[in-house]
């Protein structure tokens, strides 16, 4: 119930700035969350694959180079 909600004031009103928050806070535990992805990260998530080094949170809109990315839309419509 807590996901859905939190997904339900993504798409709401506003929605673009908690987008952001939320970005923000994965930020703070980025390698913790790489890690739990297992391992062979550092060879998926390079530089040369179109996205920042693994150790390095970047993101952006519609930026192909970033960790996180965000659609132009849902900067444009101010949630997403």
Do not use: F
């Given at each position: 119930?807590r ?26 535990s ?5 890690a ?7 060879h ?32 444009k419509?101010?949630?997403?």
């Open positions: 119930m996901c859905q909600l939190q997904h339900k004031s993504l798409s709401e009103d506003g929605g673009y700035e908690r987008i952001k928050k939320a970005i923000e806070k994965l930020g703070l980025y390698k913790e969350q790489i739990a992805y297992g391992g062979g990260n550092e998926r998530l390079t530089g040369p694959h179109e996205t920042v080094v693994v150790n390095t949170v970047l993101w952006g809109i519609a930026n192909r180079g970033a960790s996180i990315r965000t659609a132009r839309d849902t900067m419509a101010g949630k997403g």
